[in-house]
């Protein structure tokens, strides 16, 4: 089994998916959690600024469908909880986002870096209803290649 929470962007869902096959042995499991579309239709905002960030943001059935295509059988899918997000993790991020500014007083990247997670936060609060994290589990039929 792979259990990834909030990791697999980083190399992208289906390549994730694909480069992650080869280490589960059949009938194993791959449990990832991935930022997906909830809606097919948005507003240019929100669409835009997932394009800047992570352009492979899809939605729940597209990514459903890579998980086949990959050698999975998909067993479950649930949209993580608006409160998981608003009261723990962007709320609880407040109080380490002035202190680091404190701390690096002046310094223009970590003041960027605040602004944009603070950026994101206002996003998730606009637009939640258009996007969120998804878990998806699979159970692994054959091997990709």
């Known amino acids: 089994m792979i259990l990834s929470e ?6 992208g869902f289906e390549r994730g998916l694909n480069e992650w096959n080869k280490y589960i042995k059949k009938d194993g499991y791959l449990i990832v959690s991935e930022a997906s579309w909830f ?3 948005r507003p240019a905002e929100i669409t835009d600024f997932w394009m800047d960030a992570y352009s492979e943001i899809d939605t729940i ?3 459903i469908s890579k998980m086949q295509k990959c050698g999975y ?9 608006e409160h998981c997000w608003t009261d723990n993790f962007y ?9 680091f500014l404190t701390k690096y007083a002046g310094n223009k990247t970590v003041e ?5 997670e603070r950026h994101e936060a206002k996003m998730y609060n606009k637009y939640k209803k258009y996007y969120g994290y998804v878990f998806y589990i699979g ?3 054959f091997c990709s290649n």
């Not at 909030?6 to 190399?11: D, F, K, L, S, V």
């Not at 059988?73 to 909880?81: H, L, V």
């Open 112 to 116: 960027e870096f605040i602004a944009y």
């Open 6 to 11: 909030g990791a697999i962007y980083n190399i």
């Open 73 to 81: 059988i998909p067993i479950a899918s649930f949209i993580i909880p």
């Open 61 to 63: 059935p597209n990514c």
């Open 139 to 141: 159970k692994k039929i």
């Open 39 to 41: 809606t097919e239709d």
């Open 91 to 99: 709320a609880s991020h407040v109080s380490f986002q002035d202190s």
